[in-house]
């Protein structure tokens, strides 16, 4: 190789690597946006008696070491259960969301679960919550809000 072709090639090595490490500050605040904890308060939706239900049911969740993160949205048939699994399980996260199933409907067999480990289920599940706290929607369009982030679950399974 002759001198020319060291020199650019040696220059654009160094381009290479000040280029590939001047992004790294940026990517931290969206790669923490997946194991950042946010704990939602469980919704109530439905007009059924038993205020404590999602309560439970967000406790009950919690409890499950492989989970770090739980929404909880009681609708008036179903109840869903988005939650985020630590990143050491994540290669068994069917198992994970099969075991929860089965332990809630268990726990609880007059209600109808939809559980989720999808993060964009969570997401959305957290949105609605904090859009009916902050009063920007009314109950009757959480609860079509509500079918619609189900509808979406099942869409992606």
């Known amino acids: 190789m002759n001198k020319g072709c060291k020199h650019i090639f040696i220059i654009f090595s160094v381009l290479l690597l000040l280029v590939g490490c ?23 939706l439905s007009n059924k008696n038993n205020e404590t239900l999602p309560v439970k049911v967000k406790k009950e969740v919690a409890n499950i070491k492989e989970i770090y993160d739980v929404a909880v949205i009681e609708g008036n048939k179903t109840i869903l259960v988005a939650y985020k699994v630590k990143h050491l399980y994540r290669f068994r996260m069917k198992s994970i969301e099969k075991k929860l199933t ?31 706290k902050a009063g920007k929607i009314s109950k009757k369009d959480a609860r079509k809000r509500f079918n619609d982030i189900v509808k979406l679950k099942e869409e992606l399974t």
Do not use: G
Request: glycine share 0%.
């Open 102 to 132: 089965d332990r809630l409907e268990k726990e609880y067999p007059n209600e109808k679960f939809v559980v989720s480990s999808d993060y964009k289920i969570f997401l959305e599940a957290v949105r609605l919550r904090e859009a009916l």
């Open 22 to 44: 001047s992004n790294q500050n940026d990517n931290k605040k969206s790669s923490m946006a997946l194991i950042k904890t946010t704990q939602p308060t469980p919704v109530k």
